[in-house]
């Protein structure tokens, strides 16, 4: 790539600015994204793993343009060490993560049954029971308790088991394979050890479900095999990050529990006008800081011109979803938490062809969750200063590692 390539004339790309990976406290906003959002709409960026540069866009108008837009594609970038967050980077065939049409529609058809709103509405008895279950036991205990270990950790791992299909005695060692996948203070050897575990776990389940008549995904796949719609790598692959996203519905709620805790004018809303709980998780959702840095990059597939510079075919260029929810041009006073925000059209589950295949799951999480503790938990609070709530570090997915309260 050269300084040639990457602009109109008359108009010099941006500077390329070093984006290292941060442990930003809390739910505070990343420093070096809220700098690159300033300098304008398109930076170029390097991360601290992989080769070369890579853009970035962070206006809201530009992020939607390039995530719908076809010229953008997913799959090249599985062949090249461009910059990224990760220290490794091996995608399996069949993840939706990294799949172009018409291949991302074939491999998704498979499993799009288990992911619909009314799948969702479906599971909604039976999740609450698992989580009042959970609730239960809590309870039966007293307080303090530790709201992540008791409660944000199992209840989405079970909820993604049931919908997954993972039997009740396999449950506890895929979520130990999970928790260590989605951190790094283990290390390389330790991440890859858990992978190998769970994607060795994974084959076995898809293969022994082949005739199975279940609704649950793994059946789902291994009658896709078996009919010859889908390969086993590309199944085992497309399975993986499904059965991993149970971690983000822990550190998405993690964040605005704490949020809520820490902030009593939201929680006086919360408990005074419970029918306006709905629009309060939704603007949490738009608010919170779910990952650190960007997440998977595309490659530009032919020239395309965004926010005045030319993107150049087989450049990279990374999408920042945190930073479109503060366009200050679509979400006013992005930095104030505003339940009354309206339209709220945010992007926590992304946009376009990979917009987050569970989002109709998750939001159903979060409700649940949020009702649930507030209900059954009167004058739940911290049980230390919010500022002794430890915070996961050397990580992906945000959140808090511990949230000790009572109530």
């Not at 304008?40 to 991360?47: A, D, E, F, H, V």
């Not at 993840?95 to 709103?117: C, E, I, M, W, Y």
């Not at 919360?270 to 779910?290: K, Q, S, T, Y």
């Amino acid at each position: 790539m050269t300084e040639e390539t990457t602009m109109l004339t008359g108009q010099a790309p941006p500077t390329v600015r070093n984006w290292p990976a941060l442990t930003v406290p809390g739910t505070d906003f990343d420093p070096v994204l809220d700098l690159l959002m300033s300098e304008g709409p398109l930076s170029r960026i390097t991360l601290p793993h992989g080769e070369g540069w890579a853009w970035l866009a962070t206006r809201y108008e530009d992020v939607r343009l390039i995530t719908d837009d076809p010229r953008f594609g997913r799959a090249e970038v599985t062949q090249r060490q461009i910059t990224r967050v990760a220290p490794h980077f091996e995608p399996l065939p069949g993840s939706l993560a990294f799949a172009d049409q018409p291949d991302h529609n074939r491999l998704r058809r498979t499993v799009a049954g288990a992911f619909t709103v009314e799948a969702a509405v479906r599971l909604r008895p039976k999740a609450q029971e698992l989580l009042d279950e959970l609730v239960d036991d809590m309870v039966r205990q007293g307080p303090p308790a530790d709201l992540v270990e008791r409660v944000l950790e199992p209840f989405p791992a079970a909820v993604v088991g049931e919908v997954m299909g993972v039997g009740a005695a396999d449950r506890e060692r895929v979520r130990a394979w999970t928790r260590e996948i989605i951190s790094t203070a283990g290390g390389a050897e330790a991440t890859e050890e858990a992978g190998r575990g769970l994607y060795g776990w994974i084959t076995e389940t898809v293969r022994a479900r082949a005739d199975s008549d279940g609704e649950d995904v793994y059946a789902m796949l291994g009658r896709a095999v078996a009919r010859g719609e889908v390969g086993e790598e590309e199944a085992v692959g497309l399975a993986g990050p499904l059965q991993l996203g149970c971690a983000a519905v822990t550190h998405n709620c993690g964040q605005m529990l704490y949020l809520l805790l820490t902030r009593r004018d939201l929680m006086r809303r919360m408990r005074e006008a419970p029918e306006e709980r709905g629009r309060v998780v939704d603007e949490l959702l738009r608010f919170v800081p779910h990952r650190s840095s960007v997440g998977p990059a595309r490659i530009a597939l032919e020239d395309v011109e965004v926010a005045g510079h030319r993107i150049a075919a087989g450049e990279p260029v990374y999408v920042s979803y945190l930073a479109a929810n503060r366009d200050p041009g679509v979400f006013p006073d992005p930095q104030r938490i505003d339940p009354d925000r309206e339209p709220n059209a945010h992007l926590a589950f992304g946009n376009g062809t990979h917009h987050c295949t569970g989002a109709a799951l998750a939001r159903m999480q979060a409700e649940l969750l949020v009702d649930t503790l507030l209900d059954r938990l009167p004058g739940l609070r911290l049980a230390v200063p919010a500022e002794d709530v430890p915070w996961r570090t050397r990580t992906m997915l945000r959140g808090p590692r511990l949230l000790p309260c009572t109530w």
